[in-house]
C-alpha cells in the first residue's frame, strides 16, 4: 500500500508585493507517484515548487514530508530527501569542475571523502555524464549541464525529485534521453512543465494549477485529454493529440 509523503493542507502563499502566487492548496502525493504540475506561464508552479522544497515558507497552512512539517528548522532533513532541479541549471552549477559540482551536496553534509566519490561516480554514471567528470562545468553544453545538474541531486541520494522545466532547452535527441532517464527513476516525481507531451508519457497523475488554484488534480490521460478544461486554463492539447495536417 502506498503511503502519504508529501501533504499541503490548506497552503497560501503571496510574495512581499503582495501578489497571491498559491491560494488554499490541498493535495496529497504518495510514495513512488509520478506527478506532472502543468498551468500557463505565472500559475504558480515554480511557486510551488520552491514551497516544497523549502525555499520558501507558506503564509499560511502547513506542507509535510511524511511526519515532518517543512519549516526552518527541518531544513536539513527535507532537503536530504527532496533533490530539487532548477529551471536553470546554471542556478545550480557553481563549482568549477563537475566533479566538485556534484560532490557538493554530500561534502556539505559531511560525508567522508570516499564515500562520497563512490556517489559522484555512481550518479555521473547514471546520467551518462562519467566522462565529463574533469570538465569545466560553465563550459558543458545546454544538454550536459541539465545531466550534471540532475547527478548534483543524486549524489545527495534522495527519495523525491522535484524538477522545474526539465526539458525547456533540450534538442530533441537530448529531450529524449532526459525522459528514459526520468523513467527509470523510482524516486516520487514532481515534475513542473509546458511539455505536456512529457507528462504524458511519465506522469499517471496531473495537477492543473491557474492563478495559484488547483484546477484539476487526476488521472493524466483524462486530464491532457479535456480540450476544455486545458483551454480554460491557457493551455492546448497535448501535440500528440492535436490533428496538425
Ligand atoms: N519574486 C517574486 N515577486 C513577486 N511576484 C512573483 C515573484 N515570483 C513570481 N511572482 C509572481 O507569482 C505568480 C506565480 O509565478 P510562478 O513563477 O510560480 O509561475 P509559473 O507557473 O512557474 O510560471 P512559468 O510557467 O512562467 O514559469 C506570477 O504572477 C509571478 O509574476
Do not use: W
Amino acid at each position: 500500500m502506498s503511503h502519504h509523503i508529501i501533504s499541503f493542507r490548506e497552503v497560501n502563499f503571496s510574495y512581499p508585493d503582495g501578489k497571491k502566487a498559491i491560494e488554499d492548496i490541498n493535495l496529497t502525493i504518495h510514495h513512488g507517484e509520478s506527478v506532472g504540475v502543468i498551468g500557463a506561464n505565472g500559475a504558480g508552479k515554480s511557486t510551488l515548487l520552491m514551497l516544497l522544497v523549502g525555499l520558501l515558507f507558506p503564509k499560511k497552512g502547513e506542507i509535510r514530508i511524511g511526519d515532518t512539517p517543512i519549516t526552518k528548522r527541518t531544513l536539513a532533513y527535507i532537503r536530504q530527501r527532496i533533490g530539487y532541479c532548477f529551471q536553470n541549471p546554471d542556478e545550480q552549477l557553481f563549482m568549477n569542475t563537475v566533479y566538485d559540482d556534484v560532490a557538493f551536496g554530500p561534502r556539505n553534509f559531511g560525508i567522508e571523502e570516499k564515500e562520497v566519490e563512490k556517489r559522484v561516480i555512481n550518479a555521473l554514471g547514471t546520467v551518462g555524464c562519467l566522462h565529463l567528470k574533469d570538465r569545466v562545468t560553465y563550459k558543458l553544453s545546454g544538454g550536459e549541464k541539465r545531466a550534471v545538474s540532475i547527478a548534483t541531486i543524486l549524489s545527495m541520494e534522495p527519495d523525491i525529485i522535484i524538477m522545474d522545466e526539465p526539458t525547456s532547452a533540450l534538442d530533441p535527441g537530448a529531450r529524449r534521453r532526459l525522459i528514459n532517464l526520468l523513467k527509470s527513476f523510482e524516486h516520487t516525481k514532481i515534475i513542473a512543465t509546458h511539455d505536456l507531451d512529457m507528462v504524458l508519457e511519465l506522469c499517471e497523475r496531473t495537477v492543473l494549477i491557474n492563478e495559484g488554484k488547483i484546477i484539476a488534480d487526476g488521472s493524466t490521460k483524462e486530464i491532457l485529454t479535456d480540450k476544455k478544461l486545458l483551454e480554460s486554463s491557457g493551455l492546448e492539447l497535448p501535440l500528440c493529440m492535436q490533428k496538425i495536417y
